[in-house]
T-cell receptor, first 114, second 117 residues
């Protein structure tokens, strides 16, 4: 079975500061890992994903994440926060190699302070 | 890019009525569609997976007679909440994936906020 934990349900950073959102997973098979962003009353938008290959993955809006197998982590970072980054962020692991069933983490709400 | 349209975006109705939510893939054939439920300030919980032309597979604890899913075509899936009650109020999100066994990237709709009075 797969599971995802996100440390910190709410993270606040100042505009221009580093953003770090933590994600740890457990998976019985090689994981496919994803980060999604959700703005209020909207669906999910894919930020980035790791499937195979390079462990440092770059996504949209300046975000990137690094897959660390030894730490079972896939933390999301952005060097400089922007006000528009304020949203809910979900880390997800795909549950199996052939289907598309995702297991989502509980989410982290990012607030960006002026 | 691939677009999934979900309609309606917000619906308010009286207790006891049935509500239908549509999920359409606009520019690709969705062999597999997924329905999620999201409670306030919580994560998404998979309710069911549907493949075109076959019965949906429901997750444990989800009442199949309460949440009717139809995936009659490669571009449309519907979720009908039957005899809705206030506890069914939630944010429902669909996603769609193409390819064999739906193994192409999954694209999400914008969600439907359902409020039952």
């Amino acid at each position: 079975a797969q599971s995802v934990t996100q440390l910190g349900s709410h993270v606040s950073v100042s505009e221009g500061a580093l953003v770090l959102l933590r994600c740890n997973y457990s998976s019985s098979v090689p994981p496919y890992l994803f980060w999604y962003v959700q703005y209020p009353n909207q669906g999910l938008q894919l930020l980035l994903k790791y499937t195979t290959g390079a462990t440092l993955v770059k996504g949209i809006n300046g975000f990137e994440a690094e897959f660390k197998k030894s730490e079972t982590s896939f933390h999301l970072t952005k060097p400089s926060a922007h006000m528009s980054d304020a949203a809910e962020y979900f880390c997800a692991v795909r549950a199996d190699n052939y289907g598309q069933n995702f297991v989502f983490g509980p989410g982290t709400r990012l607030s960006v302070l002026p | 890019g691939a677009v999934v349209s979900q309609h309606p975006s917000w619906v308010i109705c009286k207790s006891g009525t049935s509500v239908k939510i549509e999920c359409r893939s606009l520019d690709f054939q969705a062999t597999t569609m997924f329905w999620y439920r999201q409670f306030p300030k919580q994560s998404l919980m998979l309710m069911a997976t549907s493949n075109e032309g076959s019965k949906a597979t429901y997750e444990q604890g989800v009442e199949k007679d309460k949440f009717l899913i139809n995936h009659a075509s490669l571009t449309l899936s519907t979720l009908t909440v039957t005899s809705a009650h206030p506890e069914d109020s939630s944010f429902y999100i669909c996603s769609a994936a193409g390819g064999a066994w739906g193994n192409q990237p999954q694209h999400f709709g914008d969600g439907t906020r359902l409020s039952i009075l």
